[in-house]
């Protein structure tokens, strides 16, 4: 019989349960749990997803919810479709950076900071991401135990690209996968990584067609869920240390220097000139 703490502690507080944070999230994430296993997926009305700041908001809070929840032993993240995320930079933040109030430039650092802090820090289990096409916003992904990537994946910071300093995680990932040599080269060059290059230099696991991903990712799941719940919680935490202690060692130093080159480069809203500049697509 499962233990019920409902029953055995007086004046326990239960975490959110899935039927309320996976209607919760709905927008932003299609969930759905099998024997232990939730799937988490990026969507903007069941299509590909679109970056917004209302979604990068939310989602350090799914992965606090997700993590929270003792019904949930393996996470499975993807996309919708076949791109991982999109996204039009012009449009994503409206006004200059003179123009924006304190607060909401702090909100969008502390946003930025969660993301990576809660996902590293608040999900104690096995974690398996599906990159399901191109996109932006990858860091997450390659943060994971396992990542999966179809044939047209690409993995880039663009931030230097368009006129800031790569401090979100993204960066911070690349380096500790594929080395610091190798990032800043694609990371100063604007040129993204691709999937073939990704899984050569340890940024991915695999590289399968983008139609056996998810059931790749599910057979993994069931495969670790045959396990005793102690050793895949031991595993999950022993596999992940590496890019925990890059986590917790630099993220403080990257974000506050993305930020404050954001507002003092007014790179809030890209610079057109810079969106446009083809030499960046002719240095590799």
């Not at 809070?61 to 393996?74: F, L, M």
């Not at 994503?92 to 993301?115: E, I, T």
């Not at 925990?244 to 507002?263: C, I, N, R, Y």
């Amino acid at each position: 019989m499962a233990f019920d703490p409902a029953a055995e502690w007086e004046g326990y507080l239960a975490p959110p349960a899935f039927e309320e944070y996976s209607v919760r999230y709905a927008d932003f994430f299609k969930m759905r749990r099998e024997n232990g296993i939730i799937e988490a997926r990026l969507h903007t009305n069941d299509g590909p997803y679109v970056h917004t700041h209302a979604a990068h908001n939310v989602w350090p809070r799914v992965w606090q919810d997700i993590g929270n929840d003792p019904e949930n032993q393996v996470l499975i993240v993807t996309g919708t479709g076949e791109k991982w995320m999109v996204g039009d930079p012009k449009g994503h933040n409206p006004k200059p950076a003179s123009d924006l109030d304190p607060d909401l430039l702090y909100q969008r650092f502390y946003d930025g900071w969660k993301v990576i802090e809660s996902f590293v820090g608040s999900i104690d289990i096995p974690t398996i991401a599906v990159v399901n096409g191109p996109g932006v916003h990858t860091e997450f992904a390659v943060l994971s135990d396992i990542t999966l990537a179809a044939p047209d994946a690409d993995f880039m910071d663009p931030h230097f690209w368009l006129g800031t300093a790569p401090g979100d995680g993204q960066a911070l990932a690349l380096q500790a996968l594929m080395g610091p040599k190798r990032a800043a080269y694609y990371i100063y060059g604007a040129k993204s990584i691709p999937a073939d290059k990704a899984l050569e230099w340890g940024v991915v696991s695999d590289v399968l067609p983008r139609e056996q991903l998810i059931e790749r990712a599910w057979e993994l799941a069931r495969f670790i869920m045959k396990r005793p719940r102690f050793a895949r919680w031991a595993a999950h935490n022993i596999l992940s240390r590496p890019l925990k202690k890059a986590v917790a060692e630099d993220l403080g130093f990257h974000m506050p220097h993305q930020s404050v080159a954001t507002v003092a480069s007014k790179a809030l809203v890209p610079d057109p000139d810079l969106l446009n500049d083809s030499e960046a697509r002719t240095l590799f």
